[in-house]
């Protein structure tokens, strides 16, 4: 993929106290990946508006039990680029697991710097039927 390639509709998945903070703070701040911290803090985003699990969006849920698919975020930023442009940079075990447990990577993109405002709105609408058990898996 390159750079040049129009960027599609993205959106920022996050759970219930991802929300909050964005919420209080009026942004959206990369955080480096515990196993990826060569890549420095990303944001991560999905061009898949209503993801069928959160695998497929790379939310595996393996260090945290919250709901990360619970409230969505339109992203509009020039800034992103595709996961695939990145993933060559970390190591390639981490990214072999990540990319195998059910994701969907031809859909995964990153912003490299924190997102003001006027970059990302809220989605009042979006609401994710999920059933308990899947909340936990």
Same mark, same amino acid.
């Given at each position: 993929m390159s750079?040049k390639?129009s960027?599609p509709d993205l959106y ?6 991802g929300h909050?903070?964005?919420?209080r703070?009026g942004?959206?701040?990369p ?9 420095? +803090? ?12 959160r695998e497929s969006?790379?939310l595996?849920?393996?260090l945290?039990?919250c ?7 339109s992203?509009?930023?020039?800034a992103?680029?595709h996961w695939f442009?990145?993933?060559g ?5 981490v990214?072999a ?7 969907? +990577?031809e859909h995964w993109?990153?912003?490299?710097r924190m997102?003001?405002a006027?970059?990302?709105?809220f989605?009042e609408?979006?609401?994710r039927?999920?059933?308990a058990s899947e909340?936990y898996?």
């Amino acid at each position: 993929m390159s750079q040049k390639q129009s960027i599609p509709d993205l959106y920022h998945f996050t759970c219930h106290h991802g929300h909050a903070g964005i919420s209080r703070t009026g942004v959206l701040i990369p955080n480096i990946h515990p196993l990826m911290r060569g890549l420095g +803090p990303l944001l991560w985003l999905t061009d898949l508006a209503s993801p069928e699990t959160r695998e497929s969006v790379g939310l595996t849920s393996r260090l945290t039990t919250c709901d990360r698919l619970a409230y969505r975020y339109s992203v509009h930023c020039r800034a992103a680029i595709h996961w695939f442009e990145i993933h060559g940079r970390a190591p390639k075990d981490v990214v072999a697991d990540l990319e195998s447990s059910g994701g969907q +990577p031809e859909h995964w993109w990153v912003v490299r710097r924190m997102l003001t405002a006027s970059e990302f709105s809220f989605d009042e609408k979006w609401r994710r039927d999920v059933a308990a058990s899947e909340l936990y898996k």
